[in-house]
């Protein structure tokens, strides 16, 4: 035994659990609007946040040491602490490619089911994605929503082959497994001149996306109905899955679907988490997190399902392009990528 590795992977441990509760303290700062009041404010004391946002000072007294003993603050002596500006785009800042609030939503949400998970591990049950708890769904959508905005018509549509001037002329688009419309409403939002379907076997998430495409003033060129990816209807020019094939119980079948509901010349537009081939690809603080969000949500969703194929969030490009193969579709190319997201073309 050599009591330095022991002592060295003891701290580790340690240093998780504190990040595991950061999580939590992350949300709190989210919801109440404790880093928003602390943005470009400077050096401030308990007493000044707690009054800024309405809140028990003793309580953000508290929050504040945590949130410095985590790093995500900074104290400043003198007992104030100050939000470095650096920290206070990704914690604030929802139109930045940067911003990763959306992520501590999903986590603390997905953390909700870990019995009900532990449980599955044994009786090999799946667990649908939308029966977890609310969290989840609405931390997704402002996990990807950053990058939706900042890459979806700027650079994921003008790399498909044709596609962005078809958009601008007018064409029919499906948008399987759209959650609550984030990615269907931007593109309705970018381009005027087509028609849009966000198809979502969760009841409530469906309702979301109608209500916040009525806000978002889209509503006449964008529907939203509640099928499984293999159940949708119409013929489409373009046929989107952000982030959502690696969840599907038949991934397979899904393409399937989208091969025979698309029309001559369409497009089959796959967004997938950024991830290598091999295991030792994802070996990264990326991979710790997908892999991590796999195990609570994506792979117990997929079997859930019918076929149960399971490829979890950390598929890769590789095993991506074998289910379009199955399903069909010849052509396979990467066109873009994020830190975060592989962007794939794929036709018949």
Sequence with gaps: MDETKLMDFVHKAV???GSVLAGSMVVIGDRLGLYRAMAGAGPITPEELASRIGAT?????????AQAAAGYVVYAGDGRYELPDEHAIPLTDETSPACVIGAFETALGAAQATDRIADAFMNGEGVFWGDHDPHVHTGCERFFRPGYVNFLSQAWIPALDGVEERLRTGIRVADVGCGHGASTIHLATQYPESTFVGFDAHGASVEAARKRTAESGVGDRVTFQQATAKEIEGQFDLIAFFDCLHDLGDPVGALVAARDHLTDGGTILIVEPMAGDRVEDNLNPI???????STLLCTPNSLSQEVKAALGAQAGEARLRAVAADAGLSQFRRVAETPFNIVIEARP
């Design 15 to 17: 240093s998780d659990v």
């Design 57 to 65: 000072e003793r309580y953000v007294r508290e929050w504040l040491g």
């Design 287 to 293: 991979g710790a997190a997908y892999y991590g969000f």
